[in-house]
């Protein structure tokens, strides 16, 4: 167990649908990154948070965004979503924003669209 | 943008077997991390490599951070059935830059 949960694990929608993935960092980590991992693509940075703020973007669509909370916690919005988005998405954490620190992956959420 | 080469992509040993995999980039990195995700889990930090040359290990692996600092390697002596899994290298490719993944060796162990 990593320390770092994220919820749903599984979430099955339509193209079109707009869904939000939720991540929890481990207790005293500041950074939260999100990945996505397709089977073509392995896997792929979408975007960095460091302590409330964007501290680095990766291939992240328009149509995905992401924030972290006040109490660090992070959502990824995937809006307008494809066929193509069907993945499985990642949470990291790490106690700074240097992205060579260890990064600690939470379990994923498998998202399908159909 | 940058990729990160690994090969093999998949290989099949049997247990007790020693393993070598690699990892390959068209430029230089100055930090090597070697990752191994378990199926419907994430990915977990094995080995992290700082220095070209620097050779670690921990239990059964060790890794290398290569000397021309455009390659990595990491081995696995006397694989057991647990060792079964998807082996990413990663690394950021300058200093303070996200961190970039291979697709992985995927590796199983035939007991």
């Known amino acids: 167990d990593s320390g770092v949960t994220q919820t749903p694990k599984h979430l099955i929608t339509a193209t079109g649908q707009r869904v939000t993935l939720r991540c929890s960092p481990r207790?005293?980590?500041?950074?939260v990154y999100w990945y996505q991992q397709s089977l073509d693509q392995g896997l792929q940075f979408l975007i960095q948070y460091y302590n409330g703020e964007e501290r680095a973007k990766g291939n992240i669509l328009e149509r995905f965004s992401a924030q972290q909370f006040p109490d660090l916690h992070s959502e990824l919005n995937l809006s307008s979503l494809e066929l193509g988005d069907s993945a499985l998405y990642f949470c990291?954490?790490?106690?700074?924003?240097?992205?060579?620190?260890?990064?600690?992956f939470g379990p994923g959420t498998r998202l399908t669209v159909l | 943008g940058q990729q990160l080469n690994q090969s093999p992509q998949s290989m099949f040993i049997q247990e007790g077997e020693d393993v070598s995999m690699n990892c390959t980039s068209s430029?230089?990195?100055?930090?090597w991390l070697w990752y191994k995700q378990d199926p419907g889990e994430g990915p977990v930090l094995l080995i992290a490599?700082?220095?070209?040359?620097e050779l670690t290990s921990n239990g059964r692996l060790t890794a290398q951070f290569g000397i021309t600092r455009k390659d990595s390697f990491l081995n696995i002596s006397a694989s057991i059935p647990s060792d079964v899994g998807i082996y990413f290298c990663a690394g950021p490719p300058s200093g303070n830059t996200p961190l970039v993944f291979g697709k992985g060796t995927r590796l199983s162990v035939i007991a």
């Open positions: 430029s230089i990195f100055n930090t």
């Open positions: 207790s005293g980590d500041l950074s």
């Open positions: 490599l700082y220095k070209a040359g």
């Open positions: 990291a954490s790490s106690e700074s924003g240097a992205p060579y620190n260890e990064q600690f």
